[in-house]
């Protein structure tokens, strides 16, 4: 163990200290030492085959300018393991390209990189009608699959029309006409997507087509915002087409708008008012407001209202206004007509009448007025009074001998009697109250001779669930 001891401590003592110092040179400086290779920045160090030979270092370099053909031209020069680079190249990225191979070889000190951009036009073409001929040789070698691409894409194209032009099939699909159409627009669309997409995976260019979906989606969100109107009421006249609210030819109020359903696009709903003049309602608004339907219950009710004396007995006045409303041939017996007394008033009692007519056999508007009509002759007959309104006016402030300074004709005037009531002339005769076609007849005639997209149908569901048109009493 002594022995051992010894033997070490004389080893320590022989051997000199540089056998066990620590290594603090830089990776460039311990590159530059015999028989050393390092890496340098992290990078593999490529190394020559004699490292402390300048001329190793530059012919390992030219060996490797060589096989790169954007650093045929460079000269290089090495003197005490220093590196300079000479000559021109085409691009930036040749010169810095040359640099960075330079510094990587073992043995190299520093990289003095002289290298100058060649800005001539023969030498800038060069390169250029290199890269295009490459491409068109990838091109070249390319079309058999191009053609096959193509092919398909135009395969499922025509197989996506041919689909879409069969309506028979559509029709019993989606019986709504908008729908119908709608799908046969999209069919084409879709198998056209499905066409690119397989010729695209045929190309292996699959990432091309999510760039372009990309940018589509993009651009559509911006479109979108553009034309929302035209959207929302498109939208809407998909709802209504589907819904059917109203027929051809329906008597509706739409926004206070009242007239005859003429046809339903896919922007507006068109009605002819009663006074034969065209009114374009955007679909949108058609959608969100309140629809009154005149024409979906042939029985509708008429109301008015006739004031009698405050001397008068309103329910003999009532009983007497029924009666003669029942007399009328156009008023319903079922459901029969009822009135009420809606007020008293400053110098009558108003009576409110409410018979029921159908609309497939008399006019609204002639019925309302012959009921009138009807009511008012019959209360004069039994002694009714339908007043006119009378106003009692007060003056203050007359002095009281103001009477005794009229005229004597004026005192006997106002002691005189009552003038005699008028006459009241009432007309013989019924009236006519059959409903009046023409509005119906000029939306007949419109739409016969218009062309114009029509997305209601007479063979389509409502939303009320019947089928057909709207029943007639």
Same mark, same amino acid.
């Given at each position: 163990?002594?022995?051992?001891?010894?033997?070490?401590?004389?080893?320590?003592?022989?051997?000199?200290?540089?056998?066990?110092?620590?290594?603090?040179?830089?990776?460039?400086?311990?590159?530059?030492?015999?028989?050393?290779?390092?890496?340098?920045?992290?990078?593999?160090? #490529?190394?020559?085959?004699?490292?402390?030979?300048?001329?190793?270092?530059?012919?390992?370099?030219?060996?490797?300018?060589?096989?790169?053909?954007?650093?045929?031209?460079?000269?290089?020069?090495?003197?005490?393991?220093?590196?300079?680079?000479?000559?021109?190249?085409?691009?930036?990225?040749?010169?810095?390209?040359?640099?960075?191979?330079?510094?990587?070889?073992?043995?190299?000190?520093?990289?003095?990189?002289?290298?100058?951009?060649?800005?001539?036009?023969?030498?800038?073409?060069?390169?250029?009608?290199?890269?295009?001929?490459?491409?068109?040789?990838?091109?070249?070698?390319?079309?058999?699959?191009?053609?096959?691409?193509?092919?398909?894409?135009?395969?499922?194209?025509?197989?996506?029309?041919? #689909?879409?032009?069969?309506?028979?099939?559509?029709?019993?699909?989606?019986?709504?006409?908008?729908?119908?159409?709608?799908?046969?627009?999209?069919?084409?669309?879709?198998?056209?997507?499905?066409?690119?997409?397989?010729?695209?995976?045929?190309?292996?260019?699959?990432?091309?087509?999510?760039?372009?979906?990309?940018?589509?989606?993009?651009?559509?969100?911006?479109?979108?915002?553009?034309?929302?109107?035209?959207?929302?009421?498109?939208?809407?006249?998909?709802?209504?087409?589907?819904?059917?609210?109203?027929?051809?030819?329906?008597?509706?109020?739409?926004?206070?708008?009242?007239?005859?359903?003429?046809?339903?696009?896919?922007?507006?709903?068109?009605?002819?008012?009663?006074?034969?003049?065209?009114?374009?309602?955007?679909?949108?608004?058609?959608?969100?407001?309140?629809?009154?339907?005149?024409?979906?219950?042939?029985?509708?009710? #008429?109301? !008015?209202?006739?004031?009698?004396?405050?001397?008068?007995?309103?329910?003999?006045?009532?009983?007497?206004?029924?009666?003669?409303?029942?007399?009328?041939?156009?008023?319903?017996?079922?459901?029969?007509?009822?009135?009420?007394?809606?007020?008293?008033?400053?110098?009558? #009692?108003?009576?409110?009448?409410?018979?029921?007519?159908?609309?497939?056999?008399?006019?609204?508007?002639?019925?309302?007025?012959?009921?009138?009509?009807?009511?008012?002759?019959?209360?004069?007959?039994?002694?009714?009074?339908?007043?006119?309104?009378?106003?009692?006016?007060?003056?203050?402030?007359?002095?009281?001998?103001?009477?005794?300074?009229?005229?004597?004709?004026?005192?006997?005037?106002?002691?005189?009697?009552?003038?005699?009531?008028?006459?009241?002339?009432?007309?013989?005769?019924?009236?006519?109250?059959?409903?009046?076609?023409?509005?119906?007849?000029?939306?007949?005639?419109?739409?016969?001779?218009?062309?114009?997209?029509?997305?209601?149908?007479?063979?389509?569901?409502?939303? !009320?669930?019947?089928?057909?048109?709207?029943?007639?009493?």
């Amino acid at each position: 163990m002594i022995y051992r001891i010894a033997l070490a401590c004389a080893l320590m003592l022989c051997l000199p200290d540089a056998a066990f110092a620590q290594d603090d040179r830089t990776p460039v400086e311990a590159a530059a030492s015999p028989g050393t290779i390092t890496l340098t920045d992290g990078d593999i160090a #490529i190394a020559a085959e004699d490292a402390n030979a300048d001329d190793a270092i530059e012919a390992r370099l030219r060996g490797i300018f060589d096989v790169i053909p954007a650093l045929s031209n460079v000269d290089i020069t090495v003197q005490q393991g220093v590196v300079r680079l000479n000559g021109t190249v085409v691009e930036t990225d040749a010169a810095d390209q040359a640099e960075t191979l330079a510094g990587r070889v073992s043995g190299v000190v520093a990289v003095d990189n002289a290298v100058q951009i060649d800005s001539s036009v023969d030498k800038r073409l060069g390169p250029a009608a290199q890269r295009t001929r490459a491409v068109l040789d990838d091109t070249i070698s390319l079309l058999p699959l191009l053609a096959i691409a193509l092919v398909t894409a135009i395969l499922f194209w025509l197989a996506g029309a041919l #689909i879409a032009r069969q309506k028979w099939l559509w029709s019993r699909v989606a019986p709504n006409p908008l729908i119908s159409n709608l799908i046969r627009m999209v069919v084409p669309i879709i198998f056209g997507l499905l066409g690119v997409v397989i010729a695209l995976n045929i190309l292996d260019a699959v990432a091309i087509l999510s760039a372009v979906l990309g940018a589509a989606g993009v651009l559509g969100l911006a479109v979108g915002f553009a034309v929302k109107d035209t959207i929302e009421n498109f939208i809407s006249s998909i709802m209504l087409s589907i819904r059917q609210p109203f027929r051809a030819n329906d008597l509706v109020e739409i926004d206070g708008l009242r007239g005859n359903v003429v046809r339903l696009t896919s922007r507006a709903t068109i009605l002819m008012t009663p006074d034969g003049n065209h009114v374009r309602i955007p679909n949108a608004n058609v959608f969100n407001a309140i629809i009154t339907n005149y024409t979906r219950n042939p029985e509708r009710r #008429i109301t !008015f209202a006739l004031g009698v004396d405050a001397d008068d007995d309103p329910v003999a006045g009532i009983d007497t206004g029924l009666a003669a409303l029942q007399k009328l041939d156009f008023v319903l017996a079922e459901p029969t007509p009822t009135a009420w007394i809606e007020e008293v008033g400053d110098s009558n #009692i108003v009576l409110t009448f409410a018979p029921w007519i159908n609309q497939s056999h008399t006019d609204f508007l002639k019925a309302k007025s012959a009921s009138i009509r009807a009511v008012k002759q019959t209360l004069e007959e039994k002694g009714f009074t339908l007043p006119e309104p009378i106003y009692r006016l007060r003056i203050d402030g007359v002095p009281s001998t103001l009477a005794t300074e009229l005229p004597s004709s004026a005192k006997e005037g106002s002691q005189a009697a009552p003038p005699e009531p008028k006459v009241k002339a009432i007309a013989k005769g019924e009236m006519d109250t059959r409903p009046d076609k023409s509005i119906e007849k000029k939306v007949s005639e419109d739409r016969a001779a218009t062309r114009e997209e029509d997305l209601l149908s007479a063979q389509a569901p409502t939303e !009320f669930g019947d089928e057909g048109q709207t029943p007639k009493a």
